[in-house]
């Protein structure tokens, strides 16, 4: 089962993704970011999806850490923000991807199972 890491400070909407992505993957939320590098270690996600801000801190900052914190760091990241540029912070970042907020959970979905049928 692929695994994905999920992270945003907004614990409704990690709530209904847990719910909705849960039933296809195995699914690991957090809504800060103290810690991260060791969670990511040990649950060695298949991706990560991360919101572009985390209470203070932007996906860039935390990506930095982490990349810091783990060398060699290289699990793919889609950014899942309602940030108005998106797509540029997602190219700048390296992300594979974005999903703009909101979406429906259908094409979050079937984004995500597009994503895993693209890169199996």
């Known amino acids: 089962m692929k695994k994905i ?9 990690v709530e209904i ?13 957090r809504s ?13 996600p298949d991706l990560i999806l991360i919101d572009h801000f ?3 801190l932007n996906s860039e900052e935390i990506l930095k850490d982490i990349h810091t914190a783990i060398p060699g760091f290289s699990i793919p990241v ?7 540029d998106i797509e ?3 190219k700048r970042l390296g992300a594979v991807g974005f999903i703009e907020k909101p979406s429906s ?5 079937e984004y995500i199972h597009n994503f895993f049928q693209e890169n199996n």
């Open 17 to 29: 993704t847990e719910m909705v992505l849960g039933k296809e993957y195995e699914i690991k939320s």
């Open 5 to 13: 890491f999920h992270i945003d400070d907004n614990e409704e909407l």
């Open 105 to 109: 959970i259908k094409y979050i979905r």
């Open 32 to 44: 800060t970011v103290e810690g991260i590098a060791g969670e990511l270690r040990q649950f060695n």
């Open 88 to 90: 540029e912070k997602a």
């Open 78 to 84: 889609v950014l899942y923000s309602a940030s108005y």
């Open 54 to 56: 985390i209470g203070e």
